[in-house]
C-alpha cells in the first residue's frame, strides 16, 4: 500500500509540473480562465502590441531574427504531427494562442476553431493530439524576464 501511495504520489506531482492547459476559448471560464486574466499576466510578445507601458518585450529584429522563425517551427510540428496522426483533420481552421513562461516553456495553448460544423469527435481530437503534442514535444521558444504570449491563425 505504501508503494502504491508513493507512486501515485510521484505520477500526480508529474502531471502538475509538466501539463500544459489545452482550452478551447468558449470553454475558458470553465478552467477558471480568461482571456483578460491571461493577457494581463502574459505579455504580448509582438513588437508594437504593447498599447499599456508602450515598452516592447523583445526588439523588432530579434523578433524577426529568432522568435518568429522558433515560433513558426513549434506551430509547423504541431500541425505535421496533428496531421500525420489523424489525416482527416486535415483543412481544419484554427486561431490559436500560446502562452509561454519565463523559461519560454507552454503553459497555455487556447484555440478557436475557424471551420464550421465540425464534429464533436474532430473537435476532441484535435484537442487530444495537441495535447499529445506539447507533452511529448516540450517546445520552447526563447527565455524572457516577463511572461509573454503569440497567437496566429492556422490551417492543418
Known sequence: MKN????????LTNLLVYSQKVVKFEEMKKHGLSMEKLNSIYRNALPGSDTVTKVDLFSEKFFEDTIQPS??????GMISDVTTKDPSLKGI??????????????????FHFKTKNLSTKEQKKFERLVTKFLKKKKPKLVRSLSKYSLCSGIAL
Open 4 to 11: 502504491f501511495v508513493l507512486v501515485l504520489l510521484f505520477f
Open 71 to 76: 515560433w513558426r517551427n513549434i506551430v509547423k
Open 93 to 110: 481552421k484554427v486561431w490559436q494562442r500560446m502562452y509561454f513562461d519565463t523559461s519560454g516553456s507552454v503553459d497555455y495553448f487556447v
